[in-house]
């Protein structure tokens, strides 16, 4: 069974960090790339951040550049979300998907709809 498992989340204060893994089971992740999504309570799902394959490039959105970063672990088949610097704003529920790998990625990585797999998703707070 193909699944996608998101684990990490919690109620942080601002400025603190958290790291969400999202682990693999039924297939090899390192064949895909995967992303990072969340939705607020009212808003659309939009992505975070986004690694592709055995190149390691890494995609973000603006909100979080230089706050959160995106990384793999094939001998685990896990892939990572260290969030940091964390803002009220960051509080969502975070998804993990995975899509299969493209020359094209840098143009569609947020792109919902790409996506093969998804996790159910972990919340994360960020409140004092």
């Known amino acids: 069974q193909v699944q996608l498992e998101e684990s990490g989340g919690g109620l942080v204060q601002p400025g603190g960090s958290l790291r969400l893994s999202c682990a693999a089971s039924?297939?090899?992740?390192?064949?895909?790339?995967v992303g990072w999504f969340r939705q607020a309570p009212g808003k659309e799902r939009e992505g975070v951040s986004c690694?592709?394959?055995?190149?390691?490039?890494?995609y973000y959105a603006d909100s979080v550049k230089g706050r959160f970063t995106i990384s793999r672990d094939n001998a685990k088949n896990t892939v990572y979300l260290q969030m940091n610097s964390l803002k009220p704003d960051d509080t969502a529920v975070y998804y993990c998907?995975?899509?299969?790998?493209?020359?094209?990625?840098?143009?569609?990585?947020?792109?919902?709809?790409?996506?093969?797999?998804w996790g159910q998703g972990t919340q994360v707070t960020v409140s004092s």
């Open positions: 039924g297939f090899t992740l390192d064949y895909f790339a």
């Open positions: 998907a995975a899509v299969p790998p493209s020359a094209s990625l840098w143009l569609f990585w947020y792109t919902q709809s790409r996506y093969h797999y």
């Open positions: 690694i592709s394959t055995s190149d390691g490039i890494t």
